[in-house]
């Protein structure tokens, strides 16, 4: 069965700060991971994926498949980026996502 | 076509009352998912159509709800005898299968809020 971990439900950091939004994950296939955001009021919306290795605002997530990980990076927070991240994970066999519970990220002046 | 769009928005219900909810997924998607939120938890996977055929069901999904997609297009949810642990956030999404390209993600509606009281 495939699972997703992410460890922390609440990170709050200041503004230019470095922040790391933890994820781990469990499955014993090639999974494809994807990073989810949702900002107050709004839909949940597609941040990343492992697959096409890009950054988008300013994060970054890498699939470490020995430690099962694929943790979400920014070197510097701003408060825009406070929001709710969902990791999510993709089996080789199946369309659909699994998530994880959330992080709230807090980014405060 | 601006996106996923769900509808309502919100809906409060007695328990013992069914409920009906409408997803409109992205025209040209060909997949269309539905997700059940509660609170401090990620989405959990109800069921999910490629075009109008239901190739999967969550064994979340109980005999009170069922899913329609007669058309390839919008889909319903309905919820039969609304219990109060039916009270969350319903999500619709729906993607793009295309061969030998994969799935590059899922485009959510904002969600019906559903309150059993």
């Known amino acids: 069965a495939q699972r997703v971990t992410q460890p922390e439900k609440l990170l709050s950091v200041f503004k230019g700060a470095p922040v790391e939004l933890k994820c781990n994950y469990s499955?014993?296939?090639?999974?494809?991971l994807f990073w989810y955001v949702q900002y107050s009021r709004q839909r949940l919306q597609l941040l990343l994926r492992h697959i096409s290795r890009e950054s988008i605002k300013g994060f970054t997530a890498d699939l470490n498949k020995g430690e099962t990980s694929f943790h979400l990076k920014k070197p510097f927070a701003q408060e825009e980026d406070s929001a709710m991240y969902y990791c999510a994970l993709r089996s080789g066999g199946s369309y659909i996502p699994t998530f994880g519970r959330g992080t709230s990220l807090i980014v405060h002046p | 076509d601006t996106g996923v769009s769900q509808d309502p928005r919100h809906k409060i219900t007695k328990r013992g009352q069914n409920v009906t909810f409408r997803c409109d997924p992205i025209?040209?998607?060909?997949?269309l998912y539905w997700y059940r939120q509660t609170l401090g938890q990620g989405p959990e996977f109800l069921t999910y159509f490629q075009n109008e055929a239901q190739l999967e069901k969550s064994r979340l999904l109980s005999d009170r709800f069922s899913a329609e997609r007669p058309k390839g297009s919008f889909s319903t949810l309905e919820i039969q005898r609304t219990e109060q642990g039916d009270s969350a956030m319903y999500l619709c999404?729906?993607?793009?299968?295309?061969?030998?390209?994969?799935?590059?993600?899922?485009?959510f509606g904002s969600g019906t809020r559903l309150t059993v009281v």
């Open positions: 025209s040209e998607h060909n997949r």
């Open positions: 499955y014993s296939g090639s999974p494809e």
């Open positions: 999404a729906s993607s793009l299968l295309s061969t030998g390209q994969g799935n590059y993600g899922y485009t």
